[in-house]
């Protein structure tokens, strides 16, 4: 069982930064494989970026040079670090977690607002 906790969300302006964290309660949290995934209104939930067990990541088109995926496994906790903010990247974020054999678990999300 895992439990994750994002933080880290607010109201900013176009251009603007902002890192998420998540924190995993639970055992053997270096075994998941992370993610970030977003939620804008009246949309589907989509994939934002990824990190395996081993350390590789991966990143939708959309974000890409401008987002930063990584992990402290010492902390158990993920991290986005998001530059260069734009309206479209405003969206419910959550973090997920995922391991072959034990499951999925996700966060209640955390709001990330960017005006124009």
């Known amino acids: 069982q895992m439990q994750l906790v994002e933080s880290g969300g607010g109201l900013v302006q176009a251009g603007d930064s902002l890192r998420l964290s998540c924190a995993a309660s639970?055992?053997?949290?270096?075994?998941?494989?992370m993610g970030w995934f977003r939620q804008a209104p009246g949309k589907e939930r989509e994939l934002v970026a990824t990190?395996?067990?081993?350390?590789?990541?991966n990143y939708a088109d959309s974000v890409k040079g401008r987002f930063t995926i990584y992990r402290d496994n010492a902390k158990n906790t993920m991290y986005l670090q998001m530059n260069s903010l734009k309206p479209e990247d405003t969206a419910v974020y959550y973090c997920?977690?995922?391991?072959?054999?034990?499951?999925?678990?996700w966060g209640q999300g955390t709001q990330v607002t960017v005006s124009s």
């Open positions: 997920n977690a995922v391991r072959i054999g034990t499951g999925t678990y």
């Open positions: 639970g055992r053997a949290f270096s075994r998941y494989a």
């Open positions: 990190v395996a067990s081993g350390g590789s990541t």
